[in-house]
């Protein structure tokens, strides 16, 4: 089973940019899937997460800009980030509970900036 985390790349203050992580492999079921990031000297912290049943938690500095959403039928998360800040610019990983056992993507880079 592996994640594969897209759509980082350069944004200005205020613009938008979707994170998508798709899940391959033989997969039986997906539980939790979440998004994580690590900004430079910082520790890896939740970002947002989305139960099996579609309930979803954020972390208090992207509430109301960031959505989590999920497509089972294509074993997928995103991860819509809307009204960008400089102090988003992280690496994002997305982190899935496939099969009953915790898996990390690799990252994809969200630089912020004018």
């Known amino acids: 089973v592996q994640l594969q985390a897209s759509g980082g790349g350069l944004v200005q203050p205020g613009g938008s940019l979707r994170l998508s992580c798709a899940a391959s492999?033989?997969?039986?079921?997906?539980?939790?899937l979440e998004w994580y990031r690590q900004a430079p000297g910082k520790l890896r912290e939740l970002v947002a997460s989305i139960s099996s049943g579609g309930s979803t938690n954020y972390a208090d500095s992207v509430e109301g800009r960031f959505t989590i959403a999920r497509n089972n039928a294509r074993n997928t998360v995103y991860l819509q980030m809307n009204s960008l800040k400089p102090e988003d610019t992280a690496v994002y990983y997305c982190k899935a509970e496939v099969n009953s056992i915790w898996r990390w993507g690799q990252g994809t880079l969200v630089t912020v900036s004018s």
């Open positions: 492999g033989s997969i039986f079921s997906i539980n939790i």
